[in-house]
């Protein structure tokens, strides 16, 4: 076990409605949660609550192929929901997880009968939380206002991403009594080509798949800003999170757990360990002693307007050492910035002040502020 209090660095100890999380990493519902070994272990590495993989009548049944590579750090997958009947859930895998020690999260859906049916069993069996999943907007309100009746435990409502206002249902959900939101699901439909196959990689009855890890991030940190600034105390953000700066964006705008699937696929499910320990590092050298001090911080220095100004540069290898990488030369579209090194010289009539020669350096040798 993972011993989360010799930690270096912040403390990641947080809570969610209340309910008291050893860290702020979640793994999130997906095929490491198929059962409870997958979800002890990622308690055991670190995770501050595990989400069952998504509960239904009837167990799933998945095409072969149903989970492909995209790029380093994503896939595409076209996995259904738990290929195990809800009664194994019930008797096995929950009450397991429980006696392991994890924070459970049983997810439940797509349906308002499947609701009706699963989630009083659910908190029976020693879940903490419900996290409700639907396809459409219109039936995660109903499915909620049938679960509020029923437990009372915490419910979470997962958002996604292809849905036409999943910030504006955030909203509806947490005037319904939605205890937190978690945002988002996976992004689709997409496709991915095996070239050596000629043909669709993904084995699902038209090919396509649903695209998580770190492509998506972007598009679910800005739906997870939009929540926050729309007011919700307890967001757990979800999508594309790799590495502990990935987690600290989060956590910035408001988020105050992270949900992480597939970079954990990708690269073991004991990784929840060294998201911990970097995170920790990280939010220490930025300044943060604890997770409530971090989250939020960037969501009052959203611009009100568009920002029109010059980068005035700093080139400091003695404060942070250039590498002589070449990065920050070869990025710039109008050929303003040369470097012979350790000379590095801008030509301000055709620098743009875009801002992408800055973005790149690996080491911050070069810097920018906004003037004027
Ligand atoms: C193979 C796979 C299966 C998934 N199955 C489920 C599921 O059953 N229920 C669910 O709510 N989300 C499911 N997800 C979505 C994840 O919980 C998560 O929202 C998404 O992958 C984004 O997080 P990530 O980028 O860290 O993977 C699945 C994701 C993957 C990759
Ligand atoms: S800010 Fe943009 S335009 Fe200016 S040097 Fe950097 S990359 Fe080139
Ligand atoms: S990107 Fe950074 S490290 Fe690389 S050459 Fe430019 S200043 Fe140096």
Same mark, same amino acid.
């Given at each position: @076990?993972?011993?989360?209090?010799? &930690?270096?660095?912040?403390? *990641?100890?947080?809570?969610?409605?209340?309910?008291?999380?050893?860290?702020?990493?979640?793994?999130?519902?997906?095929?490491?949660?198929?059962?409870?070994?997958? @979800?002890?272990?990622?308690?055991?590495?670190?995770?501050?609550?595990?989400?069952?993989?998504?509960?239904?009548?009837?167990?799933?049944?998945?095409?072969?192929?149903?989970?492909? %590579?995209?790029?380093?750090?994503?896939?595409?997958?076209? =996995?259904?929901?738990?290929?195990? =009947?809800?009664? #194994?859930?019930?008797?096995? =895998?929950?009450?397991?997880?429980?006696?392991?020690?994890?924070?459970?999260?049983?997810?439940?859906?797509?349906?308002?009968?499947?609701?009706?049916?699963?989630?009083?069993?659910?908190?029976?069996?020693?879940? $903490?939380?419900? !996290? &409700?999943?639907?396809?459409?907007?219109? /039936?995660?309100?109903?499915? *909620?206002?049938?679960?509020? !009746?029923?437990?009372?435990?915490?419910?979470?409502?997962?958002?996604?991403?292809?849905?036409?206002?999943?910030?504006?249902?955030?909203?509806?959900?947490?005037?319904?009594?939605?205890?937190?939101?978690?945002?988002?699901?996976?992004?689709?439909?997409?496709?991915?080509?095996?070239?050596?196959?000629?043909?669709?990689?993904?084995?699902?009855?038209?090919?396509?798949?649903?695209?998580?890890?770190?492509? @998506?991030?972007?598009?679910?940190? %800005?739906?997870?800003? =939009?929540?926050? %600034?729309?007011?919700? $105390?307890?967001?757990?953000?979800?999508?594309? #999170? /790799?590495?502990?700066?990935?987690?600290? !964006?989060?956590? @910035?705008?408001?988020?105050?757990?992270?949900?992480?699937?597939?970079?954990?696929?990708?690269?073991?499910?004991?990784?929840?360990?060294?998201?911990?320990?970097?995170?920790?590092?990280?939010?220490?050298?930025?300044?943060? %002693?604890?997770?409530?001090?971090?989250?939020?911080?960037?969501?009052?220095?959203?611009?009100?307007? !568009?920002?029109?100004?010059?980068?005035?540069?700093?080139?400091?290898?003695?404060?942070?050492?250039?590498?002589?990488?070449?990065?920050?030369?070869?990025?710039?579209?109008? $050929?303003?910035?040369?470097?012979?090194?350790?000379?590095?010289?801008?030509?301000?009539?055709?620098?743009?002040?875009?801002?992408?020669?800055?973005?790149?350096?690996?080491?911050?040798?070069?810097?920018?502020?906004?003037?004027?």
């Amino acid at each position: @076990m993972f011993d989360l209090r010799q &930690l270096k660095g912040a403390d *990641l100890a947080t809570e969610l409605c209340g309910v008291k999380l050893q860290s702020p990493f979640i793994l999130s519902s997906g095929p490491l949660s198929y059962a409870a070994e997958g @979800m002890i272990r990622a308690h055991q590495a670190g995770a501050g609550a595990v989400v069952t993989k998504t509960i239904r009548l009837s167990a799933a049944i998945n095409p072969v192929y149903h989970i492909s %590579r995209v790029n380093n750090d994503s896939l595409i997958n076209c =996995e259904k929901w738990a290929d195990s =009947e809800a009664e #194994v859930w019930f008797n096995r =895998e929950i009450p397991l997880t429980k006696a392991a020690g994890a924070v459970v999260i049983a997810s439940v859906g797509h349906t308002l009968p499947e609701a009706e049916a699963l989630v009083l069993d659910c908190e029976k069996a020693g879940a $903490d939380f419900i !996290e &409700l999943v639907s396809y459409t907007e219109d /039936t995660l309100i109903p499915m *909620l206002q049938a679960t509020k !009746e029923r437990v009372s435990i915490p419910v979470i409502c997962k958002l996604s991403g292809n849905w036409p206002d999943p910030v504006g249902t955030a909203k509806k959900c947490l005037e319904i009594g939605a205890d937190a939101i978690s945002a988002i699901d996976s992004i689709g439909p997409t496709l991915k080509i095996d070239i050596k196959r000629a043909r669709p990689a993904l084995h699902s009855k038209d090919g396509y798949g649903w695209l998580s890890g770190g492509a @998506m991030r972007p598009i679910s940190l %800005r739906i997870n800003s =939009e929540i926050a %600034r729309n007011g919700c $105390d307890n967001l757990v953000g979800i999508g594309g #999170v /790799t590495c502990a700066d990935d987690a600290i !964006e989060y956590l @910035m705008v408001g988020a105050k757990a992270i949900g992480v699937h597939s970079i954990a696929i990708l690269k073991g499910v004991e990784y929840f360990s060294k998201l911990c320990k970097d995170t920790a590092i990280l939010l220490d050298q930025l300044g943060y %002693r604890k997770i409530t001090s971090v989250v939020g911080v960037a969501l009052p220095n959203f611009p009100k307007e !568009e920002q029109v100004a010059k980068l005035e540069f700093d080139y400091e290898p003695d404060y942070a050492p250039c590498v002589n990488c070449g990065r920050c030369v070869e990025v710039c579209s109008y $050929d303003a910035r040369t470097l012979n090194f350790p000379i590095m010289e801008v030509n301000q009539e055709l620098c743009r002040s875009c801002g992408l020669c800055v973005s790149v350096c690996p080491t911050g040798a070069l810097t920018a502020t906004v003037v004027g």
